[in-house]
């Protein structure tokens, strides 16, 4: 029923990512890796937990999304400005393009 | 674990005991809590072996005034590298009753804070790493700075006593 | 103005190369995100929605022109092209990457600049009258003693872990315009009976979700005792502030939980010990402090200048702007501009990097390159010669930058809210535009004459809501933003924390809500009448009224 991602911060340059289905991190929410249901989100977060990935990202953490027409959308608005920038500046941010 | 003293790693000389603790029939060197030497004070001072207190946070200094040169060491824990109240005790026990012994930061005791204890008045460091690496630490931590602001009682020259001494230098030349 | 010596560049440089040293440990992996973290706080560094900020400080909002000329570069080359101003007169960058931020640093260094102590809990930034050494109402300029403190509050070995962060602020004016009372220490300077200049120490004032009005806790202090005292409160606070829980950890919930009078006897009791030591400050050294802050060559002119005043007539455009704008200056002939960061519809306290430079350079050709950043998230060139202000102003308006709203309810506090800040409940800024953008029409604000409104994104209240004349809290209700309103707050010397005035309004209906209060206060003002002084007269209840009706 409830639909989550991974995201965090990169630590290099501190932007927003989400894990993706390789195991990689992409600034793109909709390259992310879905786990459906409690159990499934908390391996998820387990996986992007691990030590390993401290020098990678900070922060990770889950937030559940919602399957849309135009692709993965957050379902808390904090998190929606997470994925696009700003909302008072949409020259910046991922919705800049 | 290792503690660092006057540049070099020392050896662990005294029992440290809690509350309870029985104490030792022997001529042991002890430290006890402030609590428990405030209560016990009249059997710990008539001991053999030496003595010391532990100051945890919340604890007063000024109730070791008069019992300071039967002290040779006070311990000042740091249950975490956040909770700053150690420093004020520090100073208190250095510049305000004059501590001579020794001043020993226990607990968590981490490099970036060493500078800052020293200036406060510690001479002693317990880390919770090995020998080489706690005394890397040390050594590293307290040269990382070399100019001061404050004046406290650790006898650093601070910039503005330097200031001074260059105005008055260059008044005198001139 | 002061410039570093060799002891304070040495300081800063040391610092900055420690904290390179310590991004690399983070970046190998040699230390944790857990041990980094307060080491990146300490150097102003946080982790915000987007991207890591950087927050800089600027010593009791003085800046030369090489030094905002260098903020200006500092966003084009390391951030996206602007910055952001804050109530604390800091500056912060939103976009800088961590492995580029030393980097960013030394050049900040270049210009005597650092973010040292912009984060973290111990002795923040001190801040002040934005028109020290040029308003027309001060006693001394606070300025050098600012400079002292930071110096004593810079790397203090004692207060560098307190229970919660510690914000002092100085007045060197009656009209204060500094927030004193809300600070955790705010001094007032002002003249004993025996005709000496020294402070009135005021504790315990604060923000954030338990607002408090500060206390005083000594009338007077000389200059020379100033610094040994302010040690004897740090030290109370330090060893009896509470570390149990961090919303109870400020200097402020002490003070109310065992009171001014025990507070008082703790400070003092502290104070008697140690105020011959070493902390005292002789006359000499003040002297030369003094002498740092010395007023630039200003020229003998008449107070009256006939060009100004005939451009004034002339031009109503820049009479506005000097009406709500410019303030007067101690010196006859010259005046302080302030430069409003406030365009209708814009975001508050945002400048770009062209727009920092321009103030820079105008800052050179008007102001002896002084220019100072004000807690109500403007900028002012303190010393501008009344002849020169109509071509201050004309080239400030290409800029976007002569906005006529200086203290009008367009001039509005906002903090960054959940537009960018992790910690918000919800957005700020687009309700500031908004607010800005209904409010427009400049005749119709200089009707309304001052009306501060203040906005946070959440309970922190880095937006100053509580002492706004119309305090705006953003909060979040079940998912909705929603937006809680108080009146009656008030930053001066007459400082007040605003009261709720009943349930929080929607983000479609906030701005109704606005309007609804200012419309009130027009039909029952007095003459003369401020928003707040119309609110004091007639109390809570009309505003009540406007808003909620029998609801
Ligand atoms: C963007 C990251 C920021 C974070 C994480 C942050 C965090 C906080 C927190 C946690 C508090 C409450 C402190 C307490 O009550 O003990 C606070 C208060 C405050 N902050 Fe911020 N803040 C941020 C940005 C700002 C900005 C942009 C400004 C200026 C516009 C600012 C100025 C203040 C002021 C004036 C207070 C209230 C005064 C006080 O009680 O200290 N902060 N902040
Ligand atoms: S008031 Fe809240 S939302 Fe606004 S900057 Fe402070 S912490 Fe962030």
Known sequence: ?97 | MAIVKNDSVIDQEWITLDAEADLPPGEENIIVPLARFKEERETLIGRNGGLGVQLNPGDAPEDLANDLDRLSIITVHFPAYTDGRGYSYARVLRERLGFKGELRAIGDVLRDQILYMHRCGFDAYELKNDDDVSLTKVRAALKEMTVYYQPTGDGRVTAASLRERRRAALKSAS | MYRYDDFDRQLVLERTEQFREQVKRRLSGDITEDQFRPLRLMNGVYLQLHAYMLRVAVPYGTLRADQLRQLGYIARRYDKGYGHFTTRQNIQYNWPKLDEIPDALLDLAKVEMHAIQTSGNCIRNTTTDQYAGAAADEIEDPRPYCELIRQWSTFHPEFTYLPRKFKIAVTGSPNDRAAVKVHDIGLRMHQNDAGEVGFEVIVGGGLGRTPFVGKTVRDFIGKNDLFSYLEAILRVYNRFGRRDNKYKARIKILVHEIGVEEMQRLVEEEWAQIKGGSLRVDDAEIAHYIEQFAPPAFETLSDDDSEFERRKAENREFSNWVRSNVIAHKQPGYAIANVSLKPIGGIPGDATDTQMELVADLSEQYSFGDVRVTHEQNLVLPHVKKADLFSLWAELKNANLATANLGYVTDIISCPGLDYCALATARSIPLSQRISERFSDLDRQHDIGELKIKISGCINACGHHHVGHIGILGLDKRGKEFYQITLGGDASENAEIGKIAGAGFSEAEVVDAIESLVTKYLGIRETGERFIDTYRRVGMDPFKEVLYGDR
């Open chain 1, 1 to 97: 029923m409830s639909l989550q991602v991974v995201t965090a911060n990169r630590l290099d340059d501190g932007l927003v990512v989400f894990l993706t289905a390789d195991g990689g991190w992409s600034e793109n929410i909709d390259q992310s890796r879905i786990a459906d249901g409690k159990e499934a989100g908390d391996a998820l977060l387990a996986e992007a937990s691990v030590p390993e990935l401290d020098t990678v990202i900070v922060g990770p953490y889950l937030i559940e999304v919602e399957q849309q027409d135009d692709g993965l959308v957050p379902t808390k608005y904090r998190e929606v400005l997470r994925t696009k920038g700003p909302s008072v500046r949409q020259d910046l941010g991922y919705q800049a393009g």
